[in-house]
């Protein structure tokens, strides 16, 4: 039982010097019956939990794998930072002996039972830690009867309820300006908030034009903006980076970030939500059901690049098409790009009526479509599980776009427990 190891690597690329340092969490093995499992029972454990964790890894493109062997060894291009992700079992001694300094840092208390789960994250931030958790947790299904999950539970509360801003939560304390913001943009187009909750349920996308945005060649932004994601070129080409609150606003761009942040608010005060079966995930309500990641996604297109039809939130592989692979609902993209003309291509392809198909390929000749140019200043909103592309830029301009995934657990999301929401 010991011996059960397993390590993920996500080595990425150094390019933030503030406050990195590890990150653990604790979760205790589910007890099989009335023992823990028996030495024979570990390398079943074993493999069913490297599938799940395999399985979560391919659940995201942001996660690369880099090689096989013992350990398995993934990227996260798109963080930054030189991190590295363990998970693995043992017991209280060998971990006091083999990873101590790095477990007392645990966020979660001493407790002695002889086997836990632990993973860790080196060289990141908090909110790398928060967005690995959050990965987890999606794909908890996998492994919930594995291990004790309440941990992993106490740990996205504790991250997303320090995702501002949200109704509930109080924003002045978050220090975000979003809903105001969003208020302000969307007052000055020339759509008012019925027509737009009309657009978005209708249609499931609506397109608004707002003030220009500039994204100013910024030597930190292009600093980012150096790695592709782990799918493969022949998907996508675009170069992408996540950026927290702090991150854009060294970038130039903590504008934006609030503006894209306060969707959700707007959202939620704003549209009709069906009661669903489950309680939202904290710090959403049942009231308010949207919620924030804590980051953003930039994403630069250089003359040829493209990504090809896909949706935010397909269908999940291996069921009979009741569960959704994730928690986005909506897809939010603010684009950046000044004197953008059609013939400059870019375009994001909408296709209507294409929530339900069960993969890409039901895609028809005759399937309708609306093609959004990334002007300047434009949003787009659109139902996370749409089926869009980015259609191949044709000119030497940049194509810069910043996108928020919009998060809703229902029962047609990855299967969402019943929690109570804390106080
Ligand atoms: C696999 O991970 C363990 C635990 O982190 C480590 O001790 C071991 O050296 C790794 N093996 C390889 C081949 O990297
Ligand atoms: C770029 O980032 C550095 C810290 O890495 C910061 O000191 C500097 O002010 C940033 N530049 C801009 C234009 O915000
Ligand atoms: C956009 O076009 C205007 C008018 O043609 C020009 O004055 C301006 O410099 C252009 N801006 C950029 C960033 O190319």
Not at 81 to 97: A, G, V, W
Not at 322 to 331: A, D, P, Q
Request: charged share 25%; net charge negative.
């Amino acid at each position: 039982m010991n011996r059960l190891q397993l390590a993920f690597a996500l080595a990425c690329a150094a390019k933030t010097a503030w406050s990195l340092s590890s990150h653990s969490l604790k979760l205790p093995m589910r007890q099989t019956g009335s023992t823990m499992a028996s030495l024979s029972d570990s390398k079943v454990i074993a493999d069913r939990l490297t599938t799940a964790f395999e399985e979560m890894a391919d659940s995201t493109e942001f996660i690369k794998r880099n090689a096989h062997g013992e350990n398995l060894s993934y990227t996260i291009p798109a963080f930054g930072n030189d991190c590295m992700l363990f998970f693995h079992q043992s017991t209280s001694s060998e971990r006091d002996l083999q990873r101590g300094p790095l477990i007392s840092e645990a966020p979660t208390t001493s407790d002695t039972s002889s086997s836990d789960f632990v993973i860790t994250l080196e060289g990141a931030t908090k909110d790398d830690f928060g967005w690995i958790c959050h990965k987890l947790y999606e794909s908890r299904r996998s492994f919930d009867s594995i291990l004790d999950l309440s941990n992993l539970r106490q740990e996205l509360f504790f991250h997303m309820n320090n995702q501002p801003p949200h109704p509930g939560y109080d924003a002045s304390k978050a220090k975000l300006a979003g809903s105001d913001t969003i208020r302000q943009l969307f007052r000055s187009t020339e759509k008012d908030p019925e027509m737009i909750m009309n657009e978005l349920s209708s249609k499931g996308f609506v397109v608004l034009n707002g003030p220009t945005t500039s994204v100013k060649s910024n030597k930190n932004l292009s600093s980012y903006l150096q790695h592709k994601t782990g799918q493969s070129a022949s998907i996508r080409t675009d170069t992408v980076a996540f950026l927290d609150r702090k991150d854009a606003s060294l970038c130039g761009l903590q504008d934006q970030f609030d503006l894209l942040m306060g969707i959700s608010s707007y959202l939620n005060s704003h549209f009709d939500f069906e009661p669903t079966g489950h309680a939202s995930l904290a710090p959403a309500t049942m009231q308010h059901p949207l919620t924030n990641p804590s980051r953003i996604q930039a994403s630069k297109y250089g003359k040829g690049d493209f990504y090809v039809m896909h949706s935010d939130n397909s269908w999940a592989k291996g069921e009979h098409l009741t569960k959704r692979k994730n928690y986005r609902s909506f897809t939010a993209i603010l684009y950046c790009n000044d004197n953008w003309s059609d013939a400059d291509g870019g375009a994001l392809r909408i296709y209507s009526d294409s929530t339900e198909w069960e993969s890409c390929k039901d895609a028809k000749p005759t399937s309708d479509y609306t093609d959004v140019f990334p002007s300047n200043g434009r949003l787009v909103i659109f139902d996370s599980k749409l089926a869009h592309s980015v259609e191949k830029v044709l000119t030497d301009k940049e194509r810069h776009a910043l996108t928020v995934w919009i998060l809703r657990p229902t029962e047609q999301s990855v299967e969402g427990e019943v929690v109570d929401v804390p106080p």
